[in-house]
Structure formats: C-alpha cells, structure tokens
C-alpha cells in the first residue's frame, strides 16, 4: 500500500469530499492561495475557486459565526482556526450556540459543522501557539471531539465528520503532518467515536491518542525487549469515548495507564480514568496511573518544554511501577 504523509491525507479527504458533495466548502484564515498555515489547504482554491476556498478576515469568532450561519441554511463548512491557542476568542460562539443550537431547535435544524484546528507542542512556539485545550470541549454537551495520529486515521475520520450532521472540533497536531503511513487509494472511512487497539499485549493497557501514541510504540518496544507486553489503545475519537475498547482491554491486562499531553489537573486523562473505576473498577489490580503534560504555561526553551510533556522514558517509567518493577 502507498504511504502518505498526514499531511497529504487531510488534503484528500478535502478534494474528496468537495467533490463528491458541493455543499462542502473550507473558510479560514490563510487558506486560499497560500495553502493553510501547515499546508493541507494547498491547491484547493485552484481546484474549486473562491467561493468554496474562502481566506477569512483574522477574526475567530466572525469565522465560528459565519460557519455556524452557513451549516443551519443547508452549507456543510469546515472552518479553521489556526491554531488551537486562539479557540478561545470564539469559545461563545461554540459553547453557547455551535454545541447547543440543534438541541435548543428541538433537532429542527442540522449543524453540520467542522472546525479544523491544530495543537500540541514540538515547534518551541511558546506559550501562545503551544497547547493542548481538548479537554475544555469534552465538557461540552453537542459537541464532538476527533484527534487522529495516523495519517490513515486522519483522512478516513475527516470524511466521516464532513458527513456528520453535528458539530466536530477535528484537532491535528502540529508535529503529525511529516509523519507517513499506509493509506488506500479507494474510498473508505473511519467512524467516529471508535477507538482501535494499535498493540495488544497482556500486562498493562496504554491509553492514549494523537502525538502521543508514537511516544507509547516506541516505549512498548523497549519494554518488550524487557520482557513486558503492553497494550495500546488509540482512542481517535475523544467525545464520544469508546468506554468498551478500554474496558475489555483492561479486563485482559488489569492495569490502566492513561498518557496524554494535555495538563494533568482536569485533563483528558482524568475523565477516562474515572470512566475506568466506573466500568472496571473489579478488574484494577493497581491504580490507574496518568502521564501528562505539566501544570505550567508551555516554555519557549526546546530544553524546558521537552520537560513540560511526557516522554518515552516518562511512559517506560510508569509502567515499570504499576507492575512493581
């Protein structure tokens, strides 16, 4: 099979979704003729013009607005925010309207809206263009979150939430879009709110998702070296959460490690966690153990901010000590 990078996936998810449906179209800052700020917008504004390829004024909230507008009258928008850091000029927007209005209308009216946005740290941008916010949209009711690591993933699952007929906040992470993998040629599609089992193994269950994953591949084969197996879950998609892959993972291995890169206090990781002890609390023979991101805005210093997220010997670590090793 051909491989891609992640990059390339999202930009064929576009073309092919524009094509198959001309009621898709992509508005946002820096779209059009210069490609996006991370390039999955090249080419598209030569391929389907203006009016589907639209550059948008340096305004969140006028973009979250005019998407929403355009989703309620029969559009299907993606929209994008260039980076995840500035969601919150438009977060009344989102909160209040995107989330809410299919629910408020009595499901009278569709909101088949995507926002497009990227986070994560790996470019020592500093502290404005460096975080991870998915935890701030899980709390939100009516709204779905989707962040894919693989570029596979990426394409089949942006497909999906163009087709969605509610609200999806699609977050790509800025250090994702080199990164190649196996990607078909022929249609397909990956569903939302289904997590995957990347590795299976028997002693612990790594969850995880987005940048992070790669960090777990890469410390599960220096433990296997060790003689401990591990298991993987790539939860894909963050709201809905795939409860049952974790559960039956962690009623095989009886242990849980949740690995994230969002900050530990009230981080994604703590939701899953409690999820856990809810679902699975007679199959735990340790606690459960989190590795995360650290409780400071992210450093400018390459040195400081490979501190402030988890690494591979962060993860090795941890497992090591939920099996008393």
Not at 90 to 114: D, E
């Amino acid at each position: 099979m051909r491989e891609i990078t992640y990059r390339q996936a999202l930009n064929e998810a576009l073309v092919e979704e524009m094509e198959r449906d001309e009621r898709v179209f992509l508005m946002g800052e820096d779209v059009g003729p210069y490609g996006g700020a991370y390039g999955v917008s090249k080419g598209l504004i030569e391929k389907f013009g203006e009016e589907r390829v639209r550059d948008t004024a340096i305004s969140e909230a006028a973009i979250i607005g005019a998407g929403l507008g355009a989703a309620m009258t029969g559009m299907r928008p993606i929209v994008e925010i260039m980076y995840i850091d500035f969601i919150g000029i438009c977060m009344g927007q989102i909160n209040n309207q995107v989330a809410k209005v299919r629910y408020m209308f009595g499901g009278k009216t569709k909101v088949p809206l995507v926002i497009r946005t990227e986070g994560g740290t790996g470019r020592t941008l500093g502290a404005h263009h460096s975080q991870s916010l998915e935890s701030w949209f899980i709390h939100i009711p009516g709204i779905k979150v989707v962040m894919p690591a693989t570029p596979y993933d990426a394409k089949g699952l942006l497909k999906t939430s163009i087709r969605d007929d509610n609200p999806i906040l699609f977050i790509e992470h800025k250090m994702l879009y080199n990164r190649k993998g196996e990607v078909p040629e022929s249609e397909y599609l990956v569903p939302v709110g289904e997590a995957e089992v990347k590795r299976e193994g028997s002693g612990v269950t790594l969850i995880t998702y987005s940048q992070m994953l790669f960090y777990c591949l890469e410390a599960a084969e220096e433990l296997e070296k060790q003689g401990i197996s591990v298991e993987i879950i790539d939860l894909r998609t963050l709201l809905p959460l795939d409860i049952q892959t974790i559960v039956e993972s962690v009623k095989k291995t009886n242990r849980a490690i949740i690995v994230e890169e969002d900050c530990k206090t009230g981080g994604t990781g703590a939701e899953i966690g409690m999820q856990i002890m809810e679902n699975a609390f007679d199959h735990l023979d340790a606690p459960i153990k989190r590795v995360a991101g650290a409780d400071v805005p992210m450093p400018k210093s390459p040195n400081l901010e490979k501190l402030a997220i988890p690494s591979k010997e962060d993860i090795i670590k941890a497992v090591k000590e939920i099996l008393g090793k």
